[in-house]
């Protein structure tokens, strides 16, 4: 749930991540889908099927729908757990599908893939925003998504610390930073989408990242 990084690096690295396509539409293959079984268990496996199924089935909801749908998925089928913990390291950006292959991950993958999982249901990037904030009650930095139904609108919070999803505004919990999505990163606050303020460079955990999705991205729909 929470970050022990510089908020300034999560920052680049989330811009950067944010380009990146979805694993082939979700077009995963048996032979992935055997393999994922193989390597963890048949719970794995389900959880993948189940994420296409929702992807799949969804995409003619009300958007209020599909956010209500996609924050339930991950908060329901994902176990928080830190990056040292699960992956043996400090800082580790997990793949939608590295998360739901094992069970777990921490805010930021879970924000991540609800960011992807809801453009692929077709909601516009442009009402969405990765959003980094100060959790005030644990004094500890948070990732969480922001859904704006206009550029004028209180945002929406979906997040992993609690299941409801609640207008910022009733998020006193939380105090916004920066906000982000594939095409723009802004200075955040409670009502707006914020200043837009630029851009992003080049860090080596963003290029192993996109290393590892596009070979994901390869197998998924290998037969």
Same mark, same amino acid.
């Given at each position: 749930?929470?970050?022990? /990084?510089?908020? =300034?690096?999560?920052?680049?690295?989330?811009?950067?991540?944010?380009?990146?396509?979805?694993?082939?539409? %979700?077009?995963?293959? =048996?032979?992935?889908?055997? *393999?994922?079984?193989?390597?963890?268990?048949?719970?794995? /496996?389900?959880?993948?099927?189940?994420?296409?199924?929702?992807?799949?089935?969804?995409?003619?909801?009300?958007?209020?729908?599909?956010?209500? @749908?996609?924050?339930?998925?991950?908060?329901?089928?994902?176990?928080?757990?830190?990056?040292?913990? $699960?992956?043996?390291?400090?800082?580790?950006?997990?793949?939608?599908?590295?998360?739901?292959? +094992?069970?777990?991950?921490?805010?930021?993958?879970? &924000?991540?893939?609800?960011?992807?999982?809801? *453009?692929?249901?077709?909601?516009?990037?442009?009402? %969405? /925003? +990765?959003?980094?904030?100060?959790?005030?009650? @644990?004094?500890?930095?948070?990732?969480? @998504?922001?859904?704006?139904?206009?550029?004028?609108?209180?945002? %929406?919070?979906?997040?992993?610390?609690?299941?409801?999803?609640?207008?910022?505004?009733?998020?006193?919990?939380?105090?916004?930073?920066?906000?982000?999505?594939?095409?723009? $990163?802004?200075?955040?606050? =409670?009502?707006?989408?914020?200043?837009?303020?630029?851009?992003? &460079?080049?860090?080596? @955990?963003?290029?192993?990242?996109? *290393?590892?999705?596009?070979?994901?991205?390869?197998?998924?729909? =290998?037969?």
């Amino acid at each position: 749930m929470l970050l022990k /990084r510089p908020l =300034s690096l999560l920052v680049i690295l989330t811009f950067l991540l944010l380009s990146l396509p979805l694993v082939a539409d %979700l077009n995963i293959s =048996s032979r992935v889908l055997d *393999k994922i079984e193989a390597q963890y268990n048949k719970f794995a /496996r389900k959880r993948v099927e189940d994420w296409q199924k929702l992807v799949a089935e969804n995409k003619d909801l009300p958007e209020a729908e599909k956010l209500e @749908l996609v924050n339930q998925f991950f908060n329901t089928n994902v176990l928080f757990i830190d990056d040292i913990d $699960l992956w043996n390291k400090k800082d580790y950006w997990a793949t939608p599908l590295e998360m739901l292959s +094992i069970g777990g991950g921490d805010c930021e993958d879970y &924000s991540i893939a609800k960011y992807f999982t809801l *453009k692929e249901l077709g909601v516009d990037e442009d009402k %969405l /925003r +990765i959003t980094y904030v100060k959790a005030k009650e @644990l004094n500890q930095a948070h990732m969480v @998504l922001t859904y704006f139904k206009t550029k004028r609108s209180v945002p %929406l919070v979906l997040d992993n610390l609690i299941t409801d999803i609640k207008p910022a505004t009733q998020r006193n919990d939380l105090t916004p930073v920066y906000s982000f999505n594939g095409t723009g $990163l802004w200075l955040a606050k =409670s009502r707006g989408e914020g200043q837009r303020v630029g851009g992003s &460079s080049r860090l080596s @955990l963003w290029q192993d990242l996109e *290393k590892r999705m596009q070979k994901q991205a390869e197998e998924a729909t =290998s037969e």
